[in-house]
């Protein structure tokens, strides 16, 4: 056999999905009854239910961002043509920068293809091209965080996931003179817990640090107009970059930083993966910006994705199903075991069409394996009710731990 072959079969055997192999689920989200979906396996058609999905607010089937897709493609076509840079700059792209820095309060805004280029591609550039810069990451920090601060290959320092003191124990043993910035997620993306962010502004402000800051999980969810956690708190001012994405809360696709033009203009001038890549399309624009300024004027999908998310840990609460954390409509259920965890998942969806995906390594740390439950603003108190039912079953029947 030749030896790539050999060199990746031995691999695909380790990634098998009864090892650590991932499966991928086929689904088709029904636009229009979503969280409803049509699933399909070895020949058996069913319509199950979603309960991990990131379309919190359920704005991928909201008329407004359909219609806006529809018209653009009408008028503009598929694709964008090409690179920012090279002829793929639409007008709707413009417009879409302008309403995001106009959301976050920022001088200007930066479009990516995605959330996963935004942070590579920004933080890349900020730390690497500020002379002897030092970072202070989370230890959570996604992937995407974790890339661009290596592509930048600047110097870090990593602090225990949320702990201020830590974080401050770290800035202020480092050089004062040195260049500094904190990089941090407010929703975390798994764990679902929120970060102290006035404390993590109070320290980057005491040692004049740059903050960064990735409001992936929480743009258009939280905050005035859907700002973010850290505009909820009153404290957007006091993070120079907020990072988001349109894929998660806006239901469509893109990433994108907020913040003073002078940083913008360096990242947009010599960030990689933003100047080497075709542009979105302008349909996924168009549905991306008409998301943005709905959920600006609408506060009843976060009203909606609040309660059910209350209500949802209350449930578990009472049943005595841990969760990560109960500060946000992300519900991380532990289960702490990679099979446990497939098998709760396998059950859910064969017995009762709930569809809720095992996260294990290397999403998570072994052993911090979870269910990681999203209630939507697309679901109803009584489906929060059922859903419940079906888990505390299913706990029950495989001796689960409890909290
Ligand atoms: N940042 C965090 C914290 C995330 O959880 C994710 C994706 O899940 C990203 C960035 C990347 O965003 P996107 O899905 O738009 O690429």
Redesign the pocket.
Known sequence: MAHYLECFSKQAMRFDPAGQGREFLEIGRRAGRFPAARYERDGVRAEISVWCS?DYLGMGQHPQVLAATKAAVDEFGAGSGGSRNIGGTNHLHVLLEKELADLHGKEEALLFT???TA?DGALSVLAGRMENCLVFSDELN?A?IIDGLRHSGVEKRIFRHNDSAHLAELVSAADPDRPKMIVL?SVH?MAGDVAPLAEIAGIAKRYGAMTFL?E??AVGMYGPQGAGVAAAEGLAQEFTVIMG?L?KGFGT?G?YIAGPAALIAAVRNSSRPFIFTTALPPAVVAGGLAAVRYLRTSDQERETLRRNARLMHRLLKERRVPVLSDSSHIVSVLVGEDSLCKTASDLLLERHGIYVQAINAPSVRVGEEILRVAPGAVHGGDDVRGFVEALAGIWQELRLPRS
């Open positions: 990131n995605s959330g996963y942070n996604h995407s997620e993306s990735d992936v999980h994405t894929a696709t990433g």
